[in-house]
């Protein structure tokens, strides 16, 4: 079985917890950019409750063109706004530290496609979750898949029904929590600094 998922900003942990199930994940880079979704956007946790990160785009959430031609508008200090934020979110979370230099670093090299941007996301974190599997993208677009071998997520994990369409999500203690209760769904950047080496095995488990 191989699993196709339009590539994501952090993803949120929902989208982890499949593929670290998977041998072969599958990136769409031909489907047509969806606004409001997780291709320029993640959630972490804040002293305030969660907070959106955005990556601004050349042309904005309006465009529709196919994923691969979004361009970042690079004229905006977009990274260095995302990464202090991150640092003063989880800066006394139990392992922000242990990734900060390697994040700091990531979030100074510029991009100016969006697909660059997640890919390096992904792999920074898969690295981290210590995942074997292989990552592709794909050659064209294709609008169904067989079941039989493949588990299509194209545009089924989005921001306003991630929580309604997957309940059941990956609990873990949380930055915040006993301010707001566990908040489901965040970036997995949330279960890493909160997890550590551990976030593989619950995701495994889940």
Not at 93 to 110: D, N, R, T
């Amino acid at each position: 079985m191989k699993l196709i998922i339009d590539c994501q900003y952090f993803a949120p942990v929902i989208s982890w917890q499949f593929s670290t199930k998977y041998s072969n994940i599958v990136f769409d880079v031909y489907d047509r950019y969806q606004k409001v979704s997780f291709r320029n956007r993640m959630v972490v946790m804040g002293g305030n409750g969660p907070i959106l990160l955005s990556v601004p785009l050349i042309d904005g959430r309006e465009q529709r063109r196919p994923m691969k031609d979004v361009r970042i508008a690079g004229e905006q200090d977009w990274q260095s706004q995302h990464f202090k934020t991150l640092k003063s979110c989880y800066n006394r979370s139990p392992w922000f530290q242990f990734f900060e230099h390697e994040l700091a670093a990531l979030y100074e090299k510029k991009f100016e496609w969006l697909l660059d941007w997640n890919l390096t996301c992904w792999q920074w974190a898969a690295a981290k979750l210590g995942g074997d599997f292989t990552m592709e993208l794909t050659t064209e677009y294709q609008e169904n898949y067989d079941p039989a071998e493949w588990l299509d997520l194209r545009n089924k994990v989005m921001p306003q029904t991630i929580n309604q369409q997957y309940p059941d999500p990956v609990r873990y203690a949380q930055v915040f929590e006993d301010r707001f209760g566990f908040v489901p769904n965040c970036s997995i950047l949330d279960l890493l600094f909160c997890e550590g080496k551990n976030a593989r095995v619950l995701l495994s488990k889940a």
